[in-house]
C-alpha cells in the first residue's frame, strides 16, 4: 500500500490541523478516538465526562495509521483512548498474507498504547451491508478474519473489547440492514448505538481507572 499514490494525503493534512486546534479544547486527560472514516464521521465531542478528541483520517488503513498514534498519544496525552481501524485493509481480493502484514502493524499500534500507558477500547470494524453503493469494493470475508484477528490481539491487553462485526452483523456475514449508508459507511442510527456502546464501555474503564 505504501507504494501507491495516496489521494487521501491532503485531506489527512487538513485533519492534523483540526486535531491540532480541537487538543487544545479538549486538554489532556480527555478520551482520544483514533482511526478511520467511521470514527471521523462521530460527531459527539463527550463521552461519559470525557471531551473527545476525534482523530479520525478517512481513507487511512493500519500501517498508514500506525505511525500517527504515538505522535497523538504524546500530544493530547488522553486519559482514555478507543481504536477504530482495519475498515480499509479489508478491501477486495484481500489476501490472508496481506492480512497477516497488516495485523503486524494493529499490534504495533496496541504496543503504542501500552508504552504511553493509555488505557484503549479495542473496537473491531462492523461487518459490509450488502447491495449498497461501496458494497462490492470490500470484502466480507476479509472483514470477518480481520476483526477475529484483532479480538485475538486485543484480548488481555486492551482495556476493553467492542466487536462491532459481531454487534452488528446479521448472523450471516453481513451488516444488519440499514445500519450503514453505503455498505460501509454507519448510518445515523449505528451512530447513535455506538455513541451508547461507547457511553457504558468507556465510563467502566474510567472507573477502573479512577478517572
Known amino acids: ?6 489521494p487521501f494525503a491532503p485531506h489527512w493534512l487538513i485533519r492534523d490541523i483540526v486535531i491540532s486546534s480541537h487538543r487544545a479544547a479538549v486538554g489532556p486527560g480527555g478520551l482520544l ?6 470514527v471521523e464521521g462521530f460527531y459527539w465531542n463527550r463521552i461519559g465526562a470525557l471531551p473527545v478528541l476525534n482523530a479520525g483520517y478517512s481513507g487511512i488503513w493500519t500501517e498508514a495509521l500506525e505511525p500517527r498514534v504515538p505522535l497523538l ?11 477504530l481501524v482495519g475498515t480499509n485493509d479489508a478491501k477486495k481480493d484481500c489476501t490472508e498474507s ?18 504511553a500507558a493509555v488505557p484503549v477500547i ?10 449498497k453503493r461501496l458494497t462490492s469494493f470490500y470484502s466480507a470475508d476479509a472483514m470477518a478474519s480481520l476483526s477475529r484477528r484483532i479480538v485475538q490481539i486485543a484480548d488481555g491487553r486492551a482495556a476493553a473489547i467492542v466487536d462491532l462485526h459481531k454487534a452488528f452483523g446479521n448472523g450471516e456475514g453481513a451488516a444488519r440492514e440499514g445500519l450503514t449508508t453505503d ?3 454507519l448510518s445515523a442510527g449505528a451512530y447513535r448505538r455506538l455513541h451508547d456502546v461507547l457511553e457504558k464501555t468507556v465510563t467502566s474503564v474510567a472507573v477502573k481507572k479512577g478517572q
Do not use: C, W, Y
Open 33 to 38: 478516538f483514533v482511526g478511520d472514516s467511521l
Open 98 to 115: 496481506a492480512l497477516n502484514e497488516v495485523m503486524g502493524h494493529f499490534e504495533t499500534i496496541v504496543r503504542h498504547f501500552e508504552a
Open 122 to 131: 479495542v473496537m473491531t470494524p462492523p461487518p459490509i451491508e450488502r447491495g
Open 1 to 6: 500500500m505504501t507504494s501507491q499514490p495516496n
Open 183 to 185: 455498505g460501509i459507511h
Open 73 to 83: 498519544l504524546q500530544s493530547a496525552k488522553p486519559g482514555i483512548a478507543v481504536l
